[in-house]
């Protein structure tokens, strides 16, 4: 790994400072999972490193009128144990409690995970398809991005020069929503699955879809949100002809990367195939009566 200089800041204001001062030299580390790996194989190579860590104000997990509001330097353990994520958003809660193993849980942070642009990761789908937004700190103040938008390209996010990831807020599902989130693992636990799915289904009083969200994790260069299945199912009743019509979709919707998990053509079948359950089984949820 090359040599660089490591601060510490126990500020945002301290956090802008050295940005400002080391521009493209500076990376900017949370959880440390990803960039200390990215420097070892030298894909990047940053002279300052700028840890979050003494940054009190990003650690937090609070209920707003909002949603629920999780700093970013929250552990992906934190967030799948804490009583508020457990009772306002049970489906991320479960979400984290799937990603890797208890090691990487303790050390890997929400706000690092999102900034990584990894489009293999668990969390990224489930947040998509909540609706949840990051918020983006400058020293000019906040902006607020979802999370759908934020994913550029393969790794590549919309963090702009001076900006850092500092929380993000989660919305609750909708009203009588049920919500699962899947993933192929064939491998080990401790891997990426080979094709992931989160899906929130609500319906109307006859039995119809009102609405739904898809959204698949490994299966292109950034998340996908299938908008087509989405379109397919929204206002048909929610019979297995339909699902199965509006999860075929997903295909035309996809475009993994083949590598050591499945060929692209595998992992487009096992899209279709996983979309379908997601939407079974999240409909299965759905609270009695509602």
Do not use: W
């Not at 009128?65 to 991320?92: D, F, K, M, Y």
């Not at 900034?115 to 400058?138: K, R």
């Not at 001076?162 to 609750?172: F, I």
């Not at 319906?203 to 299938?226: F, H, M, N, Y």
Request: hydrophobic share 40%.
């Amino acid at each position: 790994m090359i040599d660089f200089e490591y601060h510490n800041p126990t500020s945002l204001d301290e956090v802008f400072e050295l940005l400002d001062h080391y521009g493209e030299d500076a990376r900017v580390m949370a959880g440390g999972t990803a960039l200390v790996i990215q420097m070892k194989q030298r894909l990047v190579q940053p002279a300052h490193v700028i840890g979050l860590r003494r940054v009190g104000s990003l650690n937090s997990i609070e209920s707003t009128s909002e949603g629920v509001r999780i700093g970013a330097l929250c552990t992906q353990r934190q967030i799948q144990n804490h009583p508020v994520v457990g009772g306002e958003l049970p489906l991320l809660a479960d979400t984290f409690r799937k990603v890797a193993t208890p090691r990487i849980r303790n050390m890997a942070t929400i706000g690092g995970g999102l900034v990584n642009g990894d489009p293999n990761q668990d969390p990224p789908p489930t947040l998509i398809a909540l609706g949840a937004s990051a918020v983006m700190t400058s020293k000019n103040g906040d902006r607020m991005v979802p999370v759908e938008d934020l994913f550029i390209d393969y790794y590549e996010t919309d963090v702009q020069p001076g900006e850092v990831l500092t929380s993000v807020l989660v919305p609750p599902a909708p009203a009588g929503s049920g919500s699962v989130y899947l993933k192929f693992l064939p491998r080990t636990a401790d891997d990426y699955g080979t094709v992931s799915v989160a899906a929130v289904v609500s319906q109307e009083q006859d039995g119809s879809c009102k609405d739904v969200r898809i959204v698949l994790g490994s299966v292109s260069v950034t998340p996908v949100r299938a908008t087509q299945a989405e379109d397919g199912l929204r206002g048909k009743p929610l019979t297995d002809e339909n699902i199965r019509a509006a999860a075929a979709l997903v295909k035309d919707e996809v475009d993994p990367l083949e590598d050591f998990r499945g060929s692209a053509e595998y992992k487009t079948d096992m899209a279709e195939v996983f979309a379908r359950r997601a939407i079974e089984q999240a409909i299965a949820s759905i609270p009695a009566g509602r």
